[in-house]
């Protein structure tokens, strides 16, 4: 049993992905145009201007707080946060303090290993600094100022966190939700995602409670002791190894009675694996935050909010347990499918177009639902294994994704019918596929361009099977001498000749039965 309990909470930056910035019309594009090109005597916090916000950040905003189930603060203002820093040209930040657009929400997340509910403090909306840049003399630094002013939604958690596999999740989880909604791309890698994490440690309560006649021991296990700050995180796999790292820090400390007393803030450094002291937060830093004097206030009305409402998609969490329970998936299947919305809702286009294929078919019988029934477990899953393995497997070779494919799902589910059918086997379905991907075409029209369809002629594959047997003694003779792979060998000559239209099964059933 450990001894001490990790407690982490997170402070998430999301950028929200507008045609403008915050409070100025510049292009929120500044990763793509050469150094302080976006910019203008707004955002460069210039006398004399004066902030027009953007409401469209605002919905964005408010969009992300209800799909946290957040409550939603209807009066709210934007303040002023006041401190110096090179990458921030007004020498103040225009923020929430007061009162953020939502508060009190929760975040769900689950995993074969893992299952929690952390709870959200505040999401609220703020405009992006400037970016410092550290290049060639290390004296100097550059400030490019194309980020300033960006929209910037933060969202802070509460301390639910335990582990720094959890830490990970949740940020996934969280740019998956972004995605969903389509307010943000949260790509860590371009700092749309950014996130500062608030670790520390107290004694694990069942470890607590079993020693608490050690008079030695007066830890209460529900206090939360000073909290470190972790920075430079820069990715998914950054974010659990910087925790993992200061998990073990601290508790060496705890081990040696040196238990921190004071606030820190860490930078993580990747390269070296560690995190490294920046500074010591003697006390809380005073920004001297006031409402914002040249924005006015927000009132929310209702038409604003049905309206954000509306808005909101169903949302991974859910749609993961729908998926299970309505289409009988695997979890491994569901999190490839879920894990992009595009590529969900193709799935679920080409479901139901499958089942349309299903009813239409001459050889079934029974009312549409009953056919469904009968079918459908098997169906869905030889669908999704197709998706998932050959699909996708095609659309990563040629770095494309979904809504990129030539492929319709009308034309897939056709496809995936046909396999269904047994009038394609799965090699010539490969292939059928390979030229639906290239060219757009329906299955059945290259079905008959390519003259690819299963052969059904027992009499031509009869044919065929006895000329394998008679130009293949030496291989015959090897397996009726009890060597099972001369088998194999026989069946991939039968594939051959039929340009792989034959059904191996049933090449296999009756080269057995010749060869008795």
């Given at each position: 049993?450990?001894k ?31 150094p302080?090109?976006?910019i ?6 210039h ?18 707080a ?17 401190y ?47 970016k ?5 003399d ?40 972004m ?150 998936l ?81 034309n ?22 390979g ?14 361009e ?56 049933k ?10």
């Open positions: 049993m450990n001490y309990e990790p407690v982490i909470g997170l402070e998430i930056h999301v950028q929200l992905k507008t045609k403008s910035k915050m409070f100025c019309s510049c292009l929120n594009s500044g990763d793509d145009r050469p302080n090109t976006t203008c005597p707004v955002c460069m916090g006398p004399g201007v004066l902030p027009v916000t953007n409401k469209l950040a605002v919905k964005y905003a408010v969009m992300a209800l799909a946290l189930d957040c409550k939603i603060n209807k009066k709210s203002h934007f303040d002023r946060k006041s110096y820093y090179p990458d921030l040209p007004k020498n103040y930040q225009i923020s929430q303090y007061s009162l953020p657009f939502g508060h009190d929400g929760h975040l769900l997340f689950e995993t074969k290993e893992l299952k929690r509910r952390v709870r959200i403090e505040r999401v609220h909306l703020e405009e992006d600094t400037g410092l840049l550290h290049e060639g290390k004296s100097a630094s550059y400030v490019d100022y194309n980020r300033a002013g960006i929209p910037l939604m933060e969202v802070v958690t509460r301390p639910d966190i335990q582990t720094p596999a959890g830490a990970r999740i949740l940020l996934q989880e969280l740019r998956l939700i995605r969903y909604l389509e307010i943000s791309d949260a790509d860590m890698e371009k700092g749309q995602l950014r996130c500062d994490a608030n670790v520390s440690l107290r004694p694990n309560p069942e470890y607590f409670l079993e020693k608490a006649k050690d008079a030695s021991i007066g830890l209460d296990p529900k206090k939360l002791y000073p909290k470190t700050e972790v920075k430079n995180l820069n990715s998914f796999k950054s974010v659990e190894k910087a925790l993992a790292y200061e998990i073990q820090r601290q508790t060496e400390l705890w081990d040696k009675d040196q238990a921190p007393t004071q606030q820190a803030t860490m930078g993580w450094d990747d390269k070296k694996g560690q995190t490294v002291l920046q500074r010591i937060k003697e006390e809380q830093h005073d920004y001297r935050y006031f409402p914002e004097p040249d924005l006015p206030p927000y009132e929310f009305d209702k038409k604003f909010l049905d309206s954000a409402k509306s808005e909101i998609v169903e949302m991974p969490y859910d749609r993961r347990k729908r998926f299970k329970i309505e289409y009988g695997g979890d491994y299947d569901i999190d490839i499918l879920v894990g992009d919305k595009k590529m969900a809702h193709f799935f679920e286009e080409m479901i139901s177009e499958l089942k349309a294929w299903l009813v239409a078919l001459e050889q079934v019988e029974g009312s549409e639902e009953e056919i469904w029934a009968k079918h459908k477990k098997k169906l869905v899953k030889k669908a999704a294994n197709w998706m998932i393995s050959r699909l996708l497997g095609l659309l990563n070779e040629k770095k494309l994704g979904i809504t990129d494919s030539k492929i319709t799902p009308e897939f589910a056709e496809l995936i019918t046909l396999v269904y059918e047994n009038k394609l086997n799965n090699q010539t379905a490969v292939a059928v596929m030229k639906m991907f290239m060219t757009g075409k329906d299955p059945s029209n290259i079905m008959e390519e003259d690819l369809g299963q052969l059904t002629d027992d009499k031509g594959l009869d044919a065929v099977i006895d000329s394998v047997i008679s130009n293949n003694k030496k291989v015959v003779d090897e397996y009726k001498s009890g060597k099972e792979p001369a088998l194999k060998f026989l069946i991939g000559q039968v594939m051959k000749q039929t340009k792989g239209r034959a059904d191996a099964k090449v296999e059933e009756v080269l057995k039965y010749k060869l008795k």
